[in-house]
Protein backbone atom coordinates (compact mmCIF):
# COMPACT_ATOMS: atom_id res chain seq x y z
CA UNK A 1 0.00 0.00 0.00
CA UNK A 2 0.91 3.80 -0.51
CA UNK A 3 1.98 6.11 2.40
CA UNK A 4 -1.88 7.59 1.77
CA UNK A 5 -3.47 4.02 1.95
CA UNK A 6 -1.75 3.66 5.07
CA UNK A 7 -2.24 6.80 6.97
CA UNK A 8 -6.36 6.56 6.46
CA UNK A 9 -5.91 2.70 7.37
CA UNK A 10 -5.17 4.61 11.11
CA UNK A 11 -7.85 7.32 10.97
CA UNK A 12 -10.62 6.99 13.55
CA UNK A 13 -13.27 6.79 11.27
CA UNK A 14 -11.81 3.32 10.62
CA UNK A 15 -12.80 1.94 14.36
CA UNK A 16 -16.36 4.03 13.50
CA UNK A 17 -16.59 1.35 10.47
CA UNK A 18 -15.25 -1.50 12.27
CA UNK A 19 -18.20 -0.64 15.14
CA UNK A 20 -20.83 -0.02 12.46
CA UNK A 21 -19.71 -3.58 10.59
CA UNK A 22 -19.82 -5.53 13.59
CA UNK A 23 -23.11 -4.40 14.80
CA UNK A 24 -24.66 -5.37 11.87
CA UNK A 25 -22.66 -8.84 12.04
CA UNK A 26 -24.23 -9.13 15.21
CA UNK A 27 -27.53 -8.26 14.14
CA UNK A 28 -27.39 -10.62 10.97
CA UNK A 29 -26.29 -13.66 12.98
CA UNK A 30 -28.68 -13.30 15.76
CA UNK A 31 -30.98 -14.76 13.77
CA UNK A 32 -30.28 -18.01 11.54
CA UNK A 33 -30.58 -20.62 14.33
CA UNK A 34 -33.96 -19.42 14.19
CA UNK A 35 -34.56 -22.55 11.25
CA UNK A 36 -33.52 -25.37 14.08
CA UNK A 37 -35.08 -23.12 17.38
CA UNK A 38 -38.86 -23.05 15.31
CA UNK A 39 -38.27 -26.33 13.07
CA UNK A 40 -39.89 -28.42 15.73
CA UNK A 41 -43.06 -26.16 16.39
CA UNK A 42 -43.31 -25.67 12.00
CA UNK A 43 -43.13 -29.30 12.33
CA UNK A 44 -46.28 -29.82 14.40
CA UNK A 45 -48.11 -26.54 12.84
CA UNK A 46 -47.67 -27.77 9.32
CA UNK A 47 -47.13 -31.37 9.92
CA UNK A 48 -44.22 -32.04 7.96
CA UNK A 49 -42.48 -35.37 7.22
CA UNK A 50 -39.07 -35.73 8.60
CA UNK A 51 -37.78 -35.45 5.63
CA UNK A 52 -39.23 -32.25 4.61
CA UNK A 53 -37.84 -30.57 7.65
CA UNK A 54 -34.77 -32.06 6.68
CA UNK A 55 -34.97 -30.32 3.21
CA UNK A 56 -35.06 -27.24 5.60
CA UNK A 57 -32.15 -27.07 6.45
CA UNK A 58 -30.46 -28.73 3.14
CA UNK A 59 -31.92 -26.25 1.62
CA UNK A 60 -30.46 -23.12 3.80
CA UNK A 61 -27.35 -25.58 3.97
CA UNK A 62 -26.79 -25.22 -0.28
CA UNK A 63 -27.73 -21.56 -0.71
CA UNK A 64 -24.75 -20.62 1.95
CA UNK A 65 -22.79 -22.98 -0.03
CA UNK A 66 -22.99 -21.04 -3.56
CA UNK A 67 -24.11 -18.03 -2.56
CA UNK A 68 -21.77 -16.78 -0.34
CA UNK A 69 -18.93 -17.03 -3.66
CA UNK A 70 -21.52 -15.41 -5.89
CA UNK A 71 -22.26 -12.54 -3.27
CA UNK A 72 -18.59 -11.86 -2.86
CA UNK A 73 -17.88 -11.87 -6.60
CA UNK A 74 -20.89 -9.62 -7.16
CA UNK A 75 -19.76 -7.53 -3.98
CA UNK A 76 -16.23 -6.84 -5.96
CA UNK A 77 -18.00 -5.30 -8.59
CA UNK A 78 -19.66 -2.17 -6.46
CA UNK A 79 -18.44 0.29 -5.27
CA UNK A 80 -21.31 0.71 -2.11
CA UNK A 81 -21.77 -1.90 0.04
CA UNK A 82 -25.40 -2.58 -0.72
CA UNK A 83 -25.41 -6.49 0.55
CA UNK A 84 -23.93 -5.55 3.98
CA UNK A 85 -26.62 -2.69 4.87
CA UNK A 86 -29.70 -4.60 2.98
CA UNK A 87 -28.51 -8.66 3.74
CA UNK A 88 -28.69 -8.12 7.29
CA UNK A 89 -32.68 -7.29 6.81
CA UNK A 90 -33.14 -10.10 4.63
CA UNK A 91 -31.63 -12.58 7.16
CA UNK A 92 -33.92 -10.89 9.51
CA UNK A 93 -37.26 -10.63 8.14
CA UNK A 94 -36.99 -14.75 6.28
CA UNK A 95 -36.37 -15.50 10.50
CA UNK A 96 -38.76 -13.82 11.93
CA UNK A 97 -41.29 -14.86 9.13
CA UNK A 98 -40.54 -18.33 9.30
CA UNK A 99 -42.70 -19.45 12.62
CA UNK A 100 -45.55 -17.69 10.96
CA UNK A 101 -45.65 -19.82 7.71
CA UNK A 102 -48.48 -21.21 6.73
CA UNK A 103 -47.70 -23.45 4.64
CA UNK A 104 -45.23 -25.31 3.93
CA UNK A 105 -44.07 -23.47 0.28
CA UNK A 106 -43.73 -20.29 2.46
CA UNK A 107 -41.67 -21.68 4.81
CA UNK A 108 -39.18 -22.84 1.62
CA UNK A 109 -39.53 -19.04 0.75
CA UNK A 110 -38.60 -17.72 4.21
CA UNK A 111 -35.67 -20.40 4.15
CA UNK A 112 -34.38 -19.26 0.99
CA UNK A 113 -34.52 -15.61 2.02
CA UNK A 114 -32.90 -16.35 5.21
CA UNK A 115 -30.19 -18.04 3.57
CA UNK A 116 -29.64 -15.66 0.43
CA UNK A 117 -29.20 -12.88 3.10
CA UNK A 118 -26.55 -13.98 5.63
CA UNK A 119 -25.08 -15.34 2.47
CA UNK A 120 -24.69 -12.18 0.49
CA UNK A 121 -23.66 -9.95 4.16
CA UNK A 122 -20.94 -11.98 4.62
CA UNK A 123 -18.09 -11.78 2.15
CA UNK A 124 -18.88 -7.84 2.11
CA UNK A 125 -18.79 -7.55 5.76
CA UNK A 126 -15.22 -9.15 5.87
CA UNK A 127 -13.98 -7.19 3.00
CA UNK A 128 -15.00 -4.14 4.33
CA UNK A 129 -13.72 -4.99 8.14
CA UNK A 130 -10.54 -6.06 6.35
CA UNK A 131 -10.25 -2.66 4.47
CA UNK A 132 -11.15 -0.25 7.30
CA UNK A 133 -8.28 -2.51 9.54
CA UNK A 134 -5.67 -1.62 6.95
CA UNK A 135 -2.04 -3.53 7.01
CA UNK A 136 -1.78 -2.31 10.90
CA UNK A 137 -5.31 -3.41 11.99
CA UNK A 138 -6.71 -6.18 9.84
CA UNK A 139 -6.61 -9.42 11.91
CA UNK A 140 -7.90 -7.40 14.80
CA UNK A 141 -10.46 -5.75 13.23
CA UNK A 142 -11.23 -9.01 11.60
CA UNK A 143 -11.40 -10.60 14.97
CA UNK A 144 -13.59 -8.30 16.73
CA UNK A 145 -16.17 -8.56 13.74
CA UNK A 146 -16.26 -12.41 13.89
CA UNK A 147 -16.49 -11.87 17.77
CA UNK A 148 -19.46 -10.19 17.38
CA UNK A 149 -21.52 -12.24 14.86
CA UNK A 150 -20.19 -15.30 17.22
CA UNK A 151 -21.73 -13.25 20.09
CA UNK A 152 -25.32 -13.15 18.15
CA UNK A 153 -24.75 -16.63 17.09
CA UNK A 154 -24.64 -17.60 20.73
CA UNK A 155 -27.46 -15.39 21.51
CA UNK A 156 -29.82 -16.59 18.93
CA UNK A 157 -31.67 -19.71 20.72
CA UNK A 158 -32.59 -18.01 23.47
CA UNK A 159 -33.47 -14.95 21.68
CA UNK A 160 -35.62 -16.68 20.09
CA UNK A 161 -37.53 -18.72 23.05
CA UNK A 162 -37.38 -15.55 24.54
CA UNK A 163 -39.59 -13.79 22.10
CA UNK A 164 -41.71 -17.09 21.95
CA UNK A 165 -42.58 -17.13 25.74
CA UNK A 166 -42.99 -13.51 25.81
CA UNK A 167 -44.69 -12.13 23.08
CA UNK A 168 -45.75 -15.27 21.11
CA UNK A 169 -45.16 -17.09 17.81
CA UNK A 170 -47.50 -15.24 15.88
CA UNK A 171 -46.15 -11.25 17.02
CA UNK A 172 -42.67 -12.09 16.49
CA UNK A 173 -42.60 -10.53 12.92
CA UNK A 174 -43.01 -7.24 14.78
CA UNK A 175 -39.56 -7.17 16.47
CA UNK A 176 -38.54 -6.39 12.50
CA UNK A 177 -39.29 -3.05 13.65
CA UNK A 178 -36.56 -2.44 16.60
CA UNK A 179 -34.03 -4.72 14.12
CA UNK A 180 -34.82 -2.34 11.12
CA UNK A 181 -34.08 0.78 13.37
CA UNK A 182 -30.99 -0.85 14.88
CA UNK A 183 -29.64 -1.38 11.00
CA UNK A 184 -30.80 2.49 10.48
CA UNK A 185 -28.71 3.46 13.73
CA UNK A 186 -25.57 1.00 12.54
CA UNK A 187 -25.50 2.51 9.03
CA UNK A 188 -25.35 6.28 10.85
CA UNK A 189 -22.20 5.33 12.29
CA UNK A 190 -20.56 4.91 9.31
CA UNK A 191 -18.36 8.04 8.88
CA UNK A 192 -18.45 10.60 6.05
CA UNK A 193 -15.13 8.90 4.46
CA UNK A 194 -16.46 4.83 4.05
CA UNK A 195 -14.69 2.43 2.01
CA UNK A 196 -14.99 2.66 -1.44
CA UNK A 197 -12.87 2.03 -4.51
CA UNK A 198 -10.81 4.78 -6.36
CA UNK A 199 -11.26 4.88 -10.06
CA UNK A 200 -8.21 7.20 -10.51
CA UNK A 201 -5.54 5.54 -8.55
CA UNK A 202 -7.24 1.99 -8.51
CA UNK A 203 -6.28 1.37 -4.87
CA UNK A 204 -8.49 1.34 -1.73
CA UNK A 205 -9.02 4.73 -0.40
CA UNK A 206 -11.44 7.32 1.68
CA UNK A 207 -14.68 8.18 -0.51
CA UNK A 208 -18.35 8.97 -0.11
CA UNK A 209 -20.86 8.40 2.56
CA UNK A 210 -22.87 5.11 2.42
CA UNK A 211 -26.11 6.53 2.86
CA UNK A 212 -27.28 9.03 1.28
CA UNK A 213 -25.96 7.50 -2.12
CA UNK A 214 -27.80 4.33 -1.64
CA UNK A 215 -31.33 6.40 -1.00
Not at 119 to 127: E, I, K, M, V
Not at 159 to 172: D, E, S, W
Request: one cysteine or more.
Amino acid sequence: LSDQGEKISTLKPCRRSLIAVSLMHFVNDLHPTFLPAFLPALVKSLSLSLTQAGALNALCGIIHLFGQPLAGHLADRQKKPYFTLWAQLFTAAGACLLPVSPSYGTALLFVTVLALGTSAFHPQGHGLTGIAGGETHLATYLSIFGAAGSMGAAFSPLYAVFLAKTIGIHAIPFTLIPIAGIAFIASLLLPKTCITASTKTKKTIAGDAFIPNLL
